[in-house]
C-alpha cells in the first residue's frame, strides 16, 4: 500500500498562486492514479483534478479548469497541483488520494488518502 502526505498550503489572497505537493512512499508510486479533492467547511469532498498513472492524462473540474494544472514526477514519487488565480471559494483541506482503478472524479475508486492540508484565500 502507498502512503501520501500533502503539503504546500496556507493563507494567501485571491488572485495569488499556490502550489500543493502530494509526496508518497511505501508502494510502487507509477503505478497508481493521484486525485485531489478538497473539502470545505459545511461543505460534500468535492473531486478536484486527477492524474493518471503514467501522467499523460489529466482531468478537472469545471470549476477548476484554466486555473490549476495537476502534474507527476514518478521519480520523485510526488504529485503537484498547481493553483492559479485563487478565489474565496477555494478555501477548502485539498486532500490527494491514490488508485489503481479508474482515475476520475469518484472519490469511493481511492484507495489511499492523505491527511489533508488547508488552504485559505482571503478577499
Known amino acids: 500500500q502507498v502512503q501520501l502526505v500533502e503539503s504546500g498550503g496556507g493563507l494567501v489572497q485571491t488572485g495569488d498562486s499556490l502550489r500543493l505537493s502530494c509526496a508518497a512512499s511505501?508502494?510502487?508510486?507509477?503505478?497508481?492514479?493521484i486525485g485531489w479533492f478538497r473539502q470545505a467547511p459545511g461543505k460534500e469532498r468535492e473531486f478536484v483534478a486527477s492524474?493518471?498513472?503514467?501522467?499523460?492524462?489529466?482531468y478537472y473540474a469545471e470549476s477548476v479548469k484554466g486555473r490549476f494544472t495537476i502534474s507527476r514526477d514518478n521519480a520523485k514519487n510526488t504529485v503537484y497541483l498547481q493553483m492559479n488565480s485563487l478565489k474565496p471559494e477555494d478555501t477548502a483541506v485539498y486532500y490527494c488520494?491514490?488508485?489503481?482503478?479508474?482515475?476520475?472524479?469518484?472519490?469511493?475508486?481511492?484507495?489511499?488518502w492523505g491527511p489533508g492540508t488547508q488552504v485559505t484565500v482571503s478577499s
Open positions: 511505501g508502494g510502487t508510486f507509477s503505478m497508481y492514479s
Open positions: 488520494a491514490a488508485t489503481r482503478g479508474a482515475y476520475g472524479a469518484l472519490d469511493a475508486t481511492y484507495d489511499y
Open positions: 492524474i493518471i498513472w503514467s501522467g499523460r492524462s489529466t
